[in-house]
Nanobody, 125 residues
Framework: QVHLVESGGGSVQAGGSLRLSCAAS?????MAWFRQAPGREREGVAA????????EYTNSVKGRFTISKDNAKNILYLQMNSLKPEDTATYYC?????????????????????WGQGTQVTVSS
């Protein structure tokens, strides 16, 4: 059974940093971070593909967030710097073993079949 367990969320002031972790029960071909703010749809934040190390970010986090992966431990990370109040959301880890996801699809929710429970990130101004 697949398990994805997120940790590292919390409350921080604007300009601060947090690092999210996602412990996976096994290796996956693609892994990603999504977020959902109250009243809004879930959106892809960052994704990484195993074979090519292709990385994609949504525009609003480019230059501030960094996705990385420890393949030996099956842990996905999201380093979030220069946090803004608009980054406030529940952050979800997602993973899939499909090897047919194109890079332009990496931030599409429908490409992922495995999801964690989410961790809350709150950024105050």
């Amino acid at each position: 059974q697949v398990h994805l367990v997120e940790s590292g969320g919390g409350s921080v002031q604007a300009g601060g940093s947090l690092r999210l972790s996602c412990a996976a029960s096994g290796p996956f071909y693609v892994m990603a971070w999504f977020r959902q703010a109250p009243g809004r749809e879930r959106e892809g934040v960052a994704a990484i593909e195993e074979d090519t190390n292709t990385i994609e970010y949504t525009n609003s986090v480019k230059g501030r967030f960094t996705i990385s992966k420890d393949n030996a431990k099956n842990i996905l990370y999201l380093q979030m710097n220069s946090l803004k109040p608009e980054d406030t959301a529940t952050y979800y880890c997602a993973a899939d073993s499909s090897e047919t996801i194109y890079s332009f699809q990496l931030l599409e929710e429908r490409q992922y079949r495995n999801w964690g429970q989410g961790t809350q990130v709150t950024v105050s101004s």
